[in-house]
């Protein structure tokens, strides 16, 4: 019995390494805060596991996953009858596909990550403020003597340029 | 790139990369899983025996609470799948763990050991090794988080039993890192609080205490010596210890230095345990140098620059002026920092003497080469021609202890964790030659069991050391370095024959030629056989020492004071890990075990290993501190 179980606990922490964060991240994406993608993600793969999954290429895989992902969303939402989906789904799930179909976004987040490197310092230092830091508008404008339009200005073409090179290289 | 004018897609490509960015940035990171999952379904039974079909069982009332409609809807899908499917998919099912059970027995326990936390998944370390397999008994907490501030810790699962009639081999590189106890140390004494179950790595616990053994010739650069007795935690069980003793070296007779640090000066440095501690330690250094060693600091921080040029011993004062000088700023945005200290070191090469880079930082290392892999093979290259990477850590907040750890591995070095001054007079005055002075390299153990007289053992620690059978004879493998007069102590849980019965049932083997039996009473007293090969610091092929071990009988009270000793310390390092393997060992049984084994202990090193299984009780028995 013991080396039984054995078997079928180490395939089944297989499948949840490899794919846990990408569906952690896809159900992020999809409008969920923290914890609820953190409940989700674990009630995805009890529910694929308890369904009898088998396992396929590893895009199968992670397209299954987020389909249950998706449905267990759904059903949180219309349970709790107040929080509706801002996100359209078939539009997210098509940008997913695009950018992280199989590796659960870490190909997007390496990308992202020599993308960063190449920014000036203190556009980064912007960025920085603005997602790790949470600064607000007007405590990055002071730290970078510009206006609040001007770090508005400033961020949104970092997005553009930091979103036309992570895009290039996951091209290459 | 072709990007849609859908509004939508547009916004939802921006919202992807701010949630990147979060990530990147380390304001997130997904949580890992897996303990939560495999327990729950633990719960579920969801395995019947023999064929191993899944039937969704009832759901625990957790569960069922949150997902009613689903519930039903899953337990009517899964019966429809036990029901009209099994002839389908049974045999399927079964290759794919006949596969798996394949690979596990081919590659020995080499990979799957390793089942990293997903805080790795996203980084660009190859952390995980292609296929790899978990082992069954998931044992750490179900939501260990990496520190709160953003310290990195790797995940290793525990070694599990095997069977001596399925693996009677056990291979395994020597570590003689001691970092995760200065860490642990840390945690416990400055942080108040527990370490994470993956700081803790029991066999730099152990490692961490010098235990006396006999001091070998000269024809041999280390001694083994092996001792049996019960296991403590276990009384059916015996621990098997084995202990390596290298060759301690006359410090007038002591090779040549050569040594090239490697600082980073970044503003994240400046605080009083990380720069201004590392120059303390630095000073203690040069104070022994002598006129034929020379030292050269490189730093690095936004950009690389040389501190000091290759300096010999005799110009002592003109070192510490330029240690004086040092200064924390700038970001560690790092240029060519690593390669300006590998270029330094081979510019002033000795010949048979000691060349090493020693990088001391705080985290990462943004020292100049863009991506990990490539700062790997950097490292690799420049150990095979002479030069070795050891790393000291410093402070909290930003350790990289995976990495770190990684990295002095690829160098034929070591990893040291700096936690105050003590540390530092340890581990660059007392212990100096041993963290200078490599006297073997690629030192593995391989342990052949009898089964004969063992039925199963496990390796305590050294989870991502383990070494596949083969590689034991591969002289290309990498594996530790040992430094002179280090020790370096291993342990095994074993399971005598006699109490077979209390194992899981397998099939007895129909094909195991059963040549024991036929042979000599020998056989019968033997435990096993310690083989260890190693090589010379400047050599590329490898020799053999060969070591047997008979069971005396002992008791635990009978042991060696050492033994003991170390078998406290694995016991605490079990405890600390949460470890499933640590029978009815507790904090109080611990602290009885080591306080009656503590012997001269003329440093005070063991008295503090008291001090700190202490400090772990309290903080076990305290729910609000608990993490």
């Known amino acids: ?172 | 790139m072709n990007q849609s004018h859908d509004p939508n897609d547009d916004e939802l490509r921006d919202r992807l990369l701010e949630q990147a960015l979060r990530e990147v940035l380390h304001k997130e990171t997904p949580p890992d899983l897996s303990g939560r999952i495999l327990s729950v379904l633990d719960h579920d039974q969801v395995v019947l025996s023999g064929t191993d079909q899944h039937v969704a069982k009832p759901k625990t009332r957790r569960f069922r609470l949150s997902l009613t409609e689903f519930a039903v809807a899953s337990v009517i899908v899964g019966l429809l799948f036990a029901l009209l499917l099994p002839a389908l998919h049974a045999p399927r099912k079964a290759a794919l763990r006949m596969q798996a059970q394949q690979r596990i027995r081919q590659r020995g326990m080499a990979d799957h050991q390793r089942l990293p936390s997903p805080y790795y998944l996203h980084d660009d370390v190859g952390y995980l090794p292609e296929g790899a397999l978990p082992f069954a008994e998931n044992v750490l907490p179900d939501r260990t988080r990496p520190g709160q501030n953003g310290d990195r810790y790797e995940r290793s699962l525990d070694s599990p039993f095997c069977f001596v009639r399925e693996s009677p081999l056990s291979t395994f590189s020597i570590d003689v890192d001691t970092a995760s106890y200065a860490n642990v140390r840390r945690f416990l004494v400055q942080d108040g609080q527990l370490p994470p179950a993956e700081a803790v790595r029991i066999e730099e616990l152990i490692n961490y205490f010098d235990y006396h053994y006999e001091v070998p010739g000269d024809e041999v650069p280390f001694a083994a010596q092996l001792e049996v007795a019960e296991c403590p935690w276990y009384s059916r069980h015996q621990l098997v210890r084995i202990g390596l003793q290298g060759r301690t070296i006359n410090p007038q007779k002591s090779p040549p230095c050569n040594l090239v640090f490697l600082l980073d000066v970044s503003g994240s440095m400046d605080s009083p345990d990380k720069l201004p501690l590392l120059k303390r330690g630095m000073k203690l250094l040069v104070q022994q140098l002598r006129d034929e060693d020379r030292v050269a600091i490189v730093v690095y921080a936004s950009s690389e620059g040389l501190a000091l040029r290759s300096t010999p011993g005799t110009e002592r004062s003109a070192i510490l002026a330029a240690l004086e000088n040092l200064q924390a700023g700038g970001s560690t945005a790092g240029g060519a920092g690593i390669e300006l200290a590998y270029r330094i070191a081979q510019e002033n090469f000795v010949p048979h003497g000691v060349n090493r880079v020693l990088l001391c930082t705080d985290g990462d290392f943004n020292v100049g080469v863009t991506d990990t892999t490539a700062l790997e093979q950097l490292v690799a290259q420049r150990a095979k021609a002479g030069v070795f990477l050891s790393v000291l850590g410093f402070g909290r907040g930003n350790l990289n202890d995976a990495m770190m750890e990684e990295i002095s591995n690829k160098g034929n070095g070591n990893y040291f964790y700096i936690d105050g001054i003590t540390e530092a007079h340890k581990v660059l005055v007392q212990q100096v030659h041993g963290t200078l002075v490599t006297i073997a390299k690629d030192v593995k153990i391989q342990v052949e069991f009898n089964p004969a007289t063992v039925s199963a053992y496990r390796l305590i620690g050294y989870e991502n050391r383990v070494l596949a059978a083969e590689d034991f004879n591969d002289d290309k493998k990498d594996a530790g370095e040992i430094g002179a007069g280090h020790s370096v102590t291993a342990l095994y849980e074993i399971i005598p024959v006699m109490t077979d019965h209390e194992m899981p049932v397998v099939d007895p083997l129909k094909y195991q030629p059963d040549r024991l039996t036929a042979e000599s009473d020998l056989s019968r007293q033997e435990l096993l056989t310690l083989k260890i090969r190693y090589k010379e610091p400047e050599a590329d092929e490898s020799k053999r020492l060969v070591f047997p071990l008979s069971d005396s009988g002992t008791s635990f009270e009978q042991a060696s004071t050492d033994f003991q000793f170390a078998a406290a310390v694995a016991s605490f390092g079990m405890l600390l890990r949460h470890s499933s393997y640590k029978g009815n060992a507790t904090y109080e049984s611990t602290l009885e075990m080591a306080a009656a084994a503590k012997g001269p202990d003329e440093q005070g090193y063991r008295a503090e290993l008291l001090d700190l299984i202490r400090r772990a009780q309290l903080l076990t028995q305290d729910p609000s501190s608990a993490q």
């Open chain 1, 1 to 172: 019995m013991k080396t039984a179980t054995a078997d079928w606990r180490s395939e089944m922490a297989d499948l949840v390494r490899a794919h846990q964060a990408g569906i952690w991240r896809y159900l992020r994406f999809l409008g969920c805060t923290s914890a609820e993608a953190e409940d989700l993600a674990q009630e995805t793969f009890l529910t694929a596991w308890r369904d009898g999954f088998e396992v396929r290429s590893s895009e199968a895989t992670a397209a299954y996953l987020r389909a249950v992902a998706r449905n267990r969303l759904l059903m949180l939402r219309r349970k709790e009858q107040s929080a509706p989906i801002w996100v359209d789904l078939d539009v997210a799930e098509s940008v997913w596909a695009e950018v992280a179909a199989e590796d659960g976004l870490d190909d997007y987040l390496a990308a992202l990550r020599a993308c960063l490197k190449r920014l000036s310092e203190r556009v980064r230092r912007a960025v920085e403020m603005q997602y790790r830091d949470e600064a607000s508008r007007d405590e990055i404008a002071a730290a970078l003597a510009l206006t609040a339009a001007g770090v508005k200005t400033m961020l949104r073409r970092a997005r553009t340029i930091l979103r036309d090179c992570v895009m290039r290289r996951l091209e290459q």
